[in-house]
């Protein structure tokens, strides 16, 4: 019975019932009901055999979701961190930091993936039907699976964004073939989610306002306009009113115009010295080139310009242009590059790439079946040492009197809030960058103004920082700081009149 109700849905998803280009439809099969979910649950079970947890966010934002059970609000001043303490802040993910929270609070890290599983698999779903309208050929469903494969291993960590993808996934779907249907209106309904989960929904706003000018000026076409007119008062719909919407742009600003969040290695261009951020580009790149030769051919063919082929086309390239100058937009320029490549394959690759989409099952399932064979044996839900100092918080947990007034490294920030520590900074970098903090951490850190007039400023009183680089050093090379631990992860040191 549920097999006869998705392909009732996928089947109307993939129809031409309000498509005015009349682009090409593909019978649906079981093996298109399989392909998206082993391909989630192939790269999610990759994922947490390796490094799952990359970055602090996710212990952060545990820390907040702690904070709103307990208290039963939003938080509206700061109270995680003594140097900007009783400040004014936000959270702009408060319905995520909640729902992680008790998610993990009931069902454990367990319970966090399959969260992460059932957002990859609405985005997979979404994007599968859309390939599939833009394609017939069995190609589409291969690129869907190694797009959507790759998103996932490289994307899927327990933070806000994840649910990003798949609120873009539906728009543009909706966007793309859903003008004429009421189903437009589910738009306002996942900005109203979006708001409360992240604050990135300004993107989503964008993208509505772009799609919305191109068809009024290119194609007389005024209808998407009061979607984005409720899309926008839904945003309002949040604990902090029109408030969210000051954080959200400065933010945004922030993230191009203060040089100290260049520190934040997702907002800064690709290292393109790292492997594996070399090939996704050059392959997502090259791909994309190719792809654009088969648009360049169709439009000459048939001298139509397509509102739907134009659009998808355009904002392929703005993401992957924009990914060259902040790496974290490379996850969405790959989430774009699936329905691109499949609108725009060229001809003589589908006539050569006729596998069908039972061997690209198989495949999953056998690759899937082996990791499951082998996970017992496995190291799960691991964590990088860099984020983790684990031995550094048992000894502040041993030793209180070292936390106070203590200089954290921006990695540690969150591990340590999860742990009830007070930090200097963490990655909620907004209020850091509001108040000045990030760019005194920076200079500390990389040593370029006089160390001890920070120092004084803050009259710190400890450090917690990672092992190397030139502050451990200075502070190595001075009598009046002493290390107290150290292990392959943190080095902690206390001054030394402040333990006499």
């Given at each position: 019975m549920l097999k006869t109700i998705y392909e009732k849905t996928v089947a109307y998803l993939t129809s031409d019932s309000s498509n005015e280009a009349g682009l090409k439809t593909h019978t649906i099969t079981p093996y298109y009901i399989l392909v998206p979910l082993l391909v989630v649950v192939s790269s999610m079970l990759l994922k947490v055999t390796g490094t799952y947890y990359i970055d602090s966010d996710q212990f952060w934002s545990l820390a907040v979701g702690e904070w709103i059970v307990e208290h039963g609000a939003v938080p509206t001043v700061e109270t995680f961190s003594w140097t900007v303490e009783g400040l004014p802040w936000q959270s702009n993910s408060w319905l995520f930091c909640w729902s992680l929270f008790m998610i993990d609070y009931y069902w454990g890290m367990y319970g966090v993936a399959v969260m992460l599983v059932l957002v990859y698999l609405v985005t997979a779903y979404v994007m599968l039907a859309l390939c599939l309208r833009l394609n017939k050929a069995n190609i589409a469903v291969w690129i869907f699976a190694v797009g959507m494969w790759t998103l996932?291993?490289?994307?899927s960590t327990p933070r806000a964004y994840v649910f990003t993808f798949a609120f873009v996934a539906v728009i543009f779907y909706l966007v793309r073939f859903k003008r004429d249907s009421r189903l437009i209106y589910l738009i306002p309904l996942i900005f109203l989610l979006w708001v409360n989960i992240q604050t990135s929904v300004r993107f989503g706003l964008a993208l509505l306002f772009v799609e919305a000018l191109v068809g009024t000026v290119l194609y007389k076409d005024w209808r998407l306009w009061h979607i984005m007119a409720l899309s926008f008062l839904a945003t309002l719909i949040n604990p902090y009113g029109i408030n969210l919407w000051d954080m959200s742009l400065f933010g945004a600003v922030s993230s191009i115009a203060n040089p100290g969040t260049q520190y934040i290695s997702e907002w800064r261009a690709p290292n393109l010295d790292n492997t594996r951020l070399f090939f996704q580009y050059v392959i997502v790149g090259f791909t994309g080139i190719i792809a654009s030769y088969g648009a360049v051919f169709s439009y000459y063919k048939t001298r139509i310009i397509d509102r739907d082929k134009l659009?998808?086309?355009?904002?392929?390239?703005?993401?992957?242009?924009?990914?060259?100058?902040m790496v974290r937009a490379s996850h969405y320029a790959l989430l774009l590059w699936m329905p691109y490549f499949a609108a725009f394959t060229p001809q003589w690759l589908m006539d050569r790439m006729r596998l069908k989409p039972i061997l690209l099952a198989g495949i999953l399932a056998i690759f899937t079946a082996f990791i499951i064979f082998n996970l017992p044996r496995m190291h799960i839900f691991r964590a990088p040492h860099v984020t983790v100092?684990?031995?550094?918080?048992?000894?502040?947990?041993?030793?209180?009197?070292?936390?106070e007034n203590m200089f954290n490294d921006y990695i540690f920030g969150g591990f340590l809030?999860?742990?009830?520590i007070e930090v200097f900074i963490d990655a909620r970098e907004s209020i850091y960058t509001r108040e000045g903090v990030m760019d005194d951490y920076m200079a500390l850190q990389r040593l370029t103004r006089c160390p001890q007039s920070i120092i004084e400023k803050y009259n710190i009183k400890s450090f917690v920082i990672r092992r190397g680089g030139p502050l451990p050093i200075y502070l190595d090379t001075h009598s009046e700081w002493e290390p107290v631990y150290h292990d392959r992860t943190a080095v902690i040191?206390?001054?030394?009149e402040s333990i006499e």
């Amino acid at each position: 019975m549920l097999k006869t109700i998705y392909e009732k849905t996928v089947a109307y998803l993939t129809s031409d019932s309000s498509n005015e280009a009349g682009l090409k439809t593909h019978t649906i099969t079981p093996y298109y009901i399989l392909v998206p979910l082993l391909v989630v649950v192939s790269s999610m079970l990759l994922k947490v055999t390796g490094t799952y947890y990359i970055d602090s966010d996710q212990f952060w934002s545990l820390a907040v979701g702690e904070w709103i059970v307990e208290h039963g609000a939003v938080p509206t001043v700061e109270t995680f961190s003594w140097t900007v303490e009783g400040l004014p802040w936000q959270s702009n993910s408060w319905l995520f930091c909640w729902s992680l929270f008790m998610i993990d609070y009931y069902w454990g890290m367990y319970g966090v993936a399959v969260m992460l599983v059932l957002v990859y698999l609405v985005t997979a779903y979404v994007m599968l039907a859309l390939c599939l309208r833009l394609n017939k050929a069995n190609i589409a469903v291969w690129i869907f699976a190694v797009g959507m494969w790759t998103l996932v291993y490289f994307s899927s960590t327990p933070r806000a964004y994840v649910f990003t993808f798949a609120f873009v996934a539906v728009i543009f779907y909706l966007v793309r073939f859903k003008r004429d249907s009421r189903l437009i209106y589910l738009i306002p309904l996942i900005f109203l989610l979006w708001v409360n989960i992240q604050t990135s929904v300004r993107f989503g706003l964008a993208l509505l306002f772009v799609e919305a000018l191109v068809g009024t000026v290119l194609y007389k076409d005024w209808r998407l306009w009061h979607i984005m007119a409720l899309s926008f008062l839904a945003t309002l719909i949040n604990p902090y009113g029109i408030n969210l919407w000051d954080m959200s742009l400065f933010g945004a600003v922030s993230s191009i115009a203060n040089p100290g969040t260049q520190y934040i290695s997702e907002w800064r261009a690709p290292n393109l010295d790292n492997t594996r951020l070399f090939f996704q580009y050059v392959i997502v790149g090259f791909t994309g080139i190719i792809a654009s030769y088969g648009a360049v051919f169709s439009y000459y063919k048939t001298r139509i310009i397509d509102r739907d082929k134009l659009m998808i086309f355009f904002w392929f390239w703005a993401m992957f242009l924009y990914s060259l100058t902040m790496v974290r937009a490379s996850h969405y320029a790959l989430l774009l590059w699936m329905p691109y490549f499949a609108a725009f394959t060229p001809q003589w690759l589908m006539d050569r790439m006729r596998l069908k989409p039972i061997l690209l099952a198989g495949i999953l399932a056998i690759f899937t079946a082996f990791i499951i064979f082998n996970l017992p044996r496995m190291h799960i839900f691991r964590a990088p040492h860099v984020t983790v100092p684990a031995g550094a918080v048992e000894y502040l947990q041993e030793n209180p009197e070292v936390k106070e007034n203590m200089f954290n490294d921006y990695i540690f920030g969150g591990f340590l809030m999860v742990n009830g520590i007070e930090v200097f900074i963490d990655a909620r970098e907004s209020i850091y960058t509001r108040e000045g903090v990030m760019d005194d951490y920076m200079a500390l850190q990389r040593l370029t103004r006089c160390p001890q007039s920070i120092i004084e400023k803050y009259n710190i009183k400890s450090f917690v920082i990672r092992r190397g680089g030139p502050l451990p050093i200075y502070l190595d090379t001075h009598s009046e700081w002493e290390p107290v631990y150290h292990d392959r992860t943190a080095v902690i040191f206390t001054k030394v009149e402040s333990i006499e």
